[in-house]
Nanobody, 123 residues
Framework: VQLQASGGGLVQAGDSLRLSCAASGVTFNSYAMGWFRQAPGKEREFVAAVGWSNGLTYYADSVKGRFSISRHNVKNSVYLQMNSLKPEDTAVYYC?????????????????WGQGTLVTVLQ
């Protein structure tokens, strides 16, 4: 199983970025997909997730209303649209796959992880 995250970069506060995660070697439409992030010196934290059967979405309070997760089961991909970015959003962002339908908010719930993509938001 491989999860390949991309789309990170260096942006100004208030800008937008769209992260992508392409999955291979997994029956993508049988996995919930999530995004996590880890800032320097901090623990990995939940950002957003989307179930596989009904597409329900879940968000951390810190990103609700600014970030949007979506999935494309034909393309075996999950996306994270990030708007109104803030400096505190700076982190390495990871995509992950959870074989349950209702995704967890704990990193321990996820079975597979991508390599991460760095997002840096300047003041």
């Amino acid at each position: 199983v491989q999860l390949q995250a991309s789309g990170g970069g260096l942006v100004q506060a208030g800008d937008s970025l769209r992260l992508s995660c392409a999955a291979s070697g997994v029956t993508f439409n049988s996995y919930a997909m999530g995004w996590f992030r880890q800032a320097p010196g901090k623990e990995r934290e939940f950002v957003a997730a989307v179930g596989w059967s009904n597409g329900l979405t879940y968000y951390a309070d810190s990103v609700k209303g600014r970030f949007s997760i979506s999935r494309h089961n034909v393309k075996n991909s999950v996306y994270l649209q990030m708007n109104s970015l803030k400096p505190e959003d700076t982190a390495v962002y990871y995509c992950a796959a959870d074989r349950r339908d209702i995704p967890g908010r704990s990193s321990r719930a996820y079975d597979y992880w991508g390599q991460g993509t760095l997002v840096t938001v300047l003041q």
